[in-house]
T-cell receptor, first 112, second 117 residues
């Protein structure tokens, strides 16, 4: 089976930097994705790592270490609108498709 | 551009009643299609995925079923709903096929919030 672990809640101050960690166990690993979901809304894609290292997209960066089965999402210059739930998701192959298995999510609260 | 729509957005159903949620995708051909369910305050659970017309794979045994009658149409059904079927149902697609088109990104519909009473 697959399992992903990420903190359930994180609180950070506006303008600060926050890191959300994710550890995983899975077979057929292809890559690690990150999604953002605001209350009542659908998840939206943030980033994807298939290889070790850091991927940067604006204020958001994501890191992957395949040997450690570990990744993190880094959010810089936090804004109030960043308050949302963040999910890591492991991408695995099988039966001709690529499935994403999601963690339980980390609820980020940005405070003034 | 690629778009995805699902409906209805909200529904309240009694226990034992049937269910049909529909999802359609535009702007892409032969997409991989997915149904996820999200319980309140929880992560997303993969229910079904499909790589082509009539091809359905089930991830979790339950009283739900899925069908793909057309290339860009994905339907989630139940003959008799249970209280535990309540949740936020999300349809998603991944455009294209093969590893070269793999960016780890799924496009999600707006979601269907189901309450079973």
């Amino acid at each position: 089976g697959q399992s992903l672990e990420q903190p359930s809640e994180v609180t950070a101050v506006e303008g600060a930097i926050v890191q959300i960690n994710c550890t995983y166990q899975t077979s057929g690993f292809y890559g690690l994705s990150w999604y953002q979901q605001h209350d009542g809304g659908a998840p939206t894609f943030l980033s994807y790592n298939a290889l070790d290292g850091l991927e940067e997209t604006g204020r958001f960066s994501s890191f992957l270490s395949r040997s450690d089965s570990y990744g993190y999402l880094l959010l810089q210059e936090l804004q109030m609108k960043d308050s949302a739930s963040y999910f890591c998701a492991v991408q695995r192959s099988g039966a001709g498709s690529y499935q994403l298995t999601f963690g339980k999510g980390t609820k980020l609260s940005v405070i003034p | 551009s690629q778009t995805i729509h699902q409906w209805p957005a909200t529904l309240v159903q009694p226990v034992g009643s049937p269910l049909s949620l529909e999802c359609t995708v535009e702007g892409t051909s032969n997409p991989n299609l997915y149904w996820y369910r999200q319980a309140a305050g929880r992560g997303l659970q993969l229910l079904f995925y499909s790589v082509g017309i009539g091809q359905i794979s089930s991830e979790v045994p339950q009283n739900l079923s899925a069908s793909r009658p057309q290339d860009r149409q994905f339907i989630l059904s139940s003959k008799k709903l249970l209280l535990s079927d309540s949740g936020f149902y999300l349809c998603a697609f991944r455009g294209g096929s093969g590893i070269l088109s793999n960016t780890g990104e799924l496009f999600f519909g707006e979601g269907s919030r189901l309450t079973v009473l």
